[in-house]
């Protein structure tokens, strides 16, 4: 059983249950008509599968999400032993425990090995700074709805993102892609923390990332 599913399952109480899936990342019928998740969730099995060759589009290597978490890092580790099924609905602890993951979320390790790498990758817009020229700052998110509908990934599943000039015609949740050299930069915005940055040499809309 996956990290997310375990944990969930240890829930038995509604009013636990629903505050603590709010915090992990959503399912992919979450995602809107005809844009794919852009990678599964933190902590979904997967069958174990060789890796292809990461596609490179005009010197940008296409990079996915999951290659943004260390391997070794493991999201739940404090909460290993819990048993949920024993809080009751308004338990001071249950609150204690998404307090702390909230916590361990926001300042989730880096990967040192993609630092100064030229990537492209696919995501979700919510937008930090506007003006009528377009967008000009916003955090690069793995799934939709993500620091709007619900709350945010963790920081190492979020990028800051300064476009070289303000993104045209890009609204919140507009799924992109990014061209840029990433850099490992801590980012405190109201929308959440951001463990990464972009200085986007290109944002444009979401494609088969096979094109």
Same mark, same amino acid.
């Given at each position: 059983?996956?990290?997310r599913?375990?944990? +969930?399952?240890?829930a038995s109480? !509604?009013a636990l249950?629903?505050?603590l899936?709010?915090?992990?990342? $959503?399912?992919a019928?979450?995602?809107p008509?005809?844009?794919?998740l *852009?990678?599964p969730?933190l902590g979904?099995?997967? !069958?174990p599968a060789a890796? =292809?060759a990461?596609?490179v589009?005009? %010197?940008f &290597? &296409? *990079?996915?999400?999951d290659? +943004?978490? =260390?391997?070794?890092w493991d999201?739940?580790k /404090?909460?290993? %032993?819990t048993?949920l099924?024993?809080?009751?609905d $308004?338990?001071?602890r249950a609150q204690? *425990?998404?307090?702390?993951l909230r916590?361990?979320w926001?300042?989730?390790? &880096?990967n040192p090995? *993609?630092v100064g790498?030229?990537v492209?990758?696919?995501?979700?817009v919510? =937008?930090l700074?506007d003006?009528?020229?377009g967008?000009k700052?916003f955090? +690069?998110?793995p799934?939709? %709805?993500a620091c709007? @509908?619900s709350p945010?990934?963790?920081a190492?599943?979020?990028i @800051?993102? +300064?476009?070289? &000039?303000?993104?045209k015609?890009?609204?919140?949740?507009?799924a992109?892609?990014? @061209?840029?050299?990433l850099?490992v /930069?801590r980012t405190d915005s109201y929308?959440?923390?951001?463990?990464y940055?972009?200085?986007?040499?290109?944002?444009l809309p979401?494609?088969?990332?096979?094109r």
């Open positions: 059983m996956s990290k599913r375990s944990l +969930l399952a240890a109480c !509604a249950l629903a505050p899936a709010a915090l992990l990342p $959503g399912p019928w979450a995602q008509s005809g844009v794919p *852009m990678n969730p979904a099995a997967s !069958a890796k =292809p990461a596609p589009v005009n %010197g &290597t &296409t *990079m996915n999400w290659a +943004l978490v =260390p391997a070794d999201p739940f /404090e909460f290993r %032993g048993d099924a024993a809080l009751s $308004g338990d001071p204690q *425990m998404l307090k702390q916590e361990v926001d300042n989730a390790p &880096t090995a *993609m790498r030229k492209r990758i696919p995501g979700f919510v =937008p700074e003006s009528k020229d967008l700052e955090l +690069l998110v799934y939709f %709805g709007i @509908h945010p990934p963790p190492n599943q979020i @800051h993102v +300064l476009p070289s &000039t303000p993104a015609n890009v609204r919140s949740m507009d992109v892609w990014i @061209h840029g050299v850099k /930069e929308m959440g923390a951001a463990g940055r972009i200085e986007a040499q290109e944002v979401y494609q088969d990332r096979r």
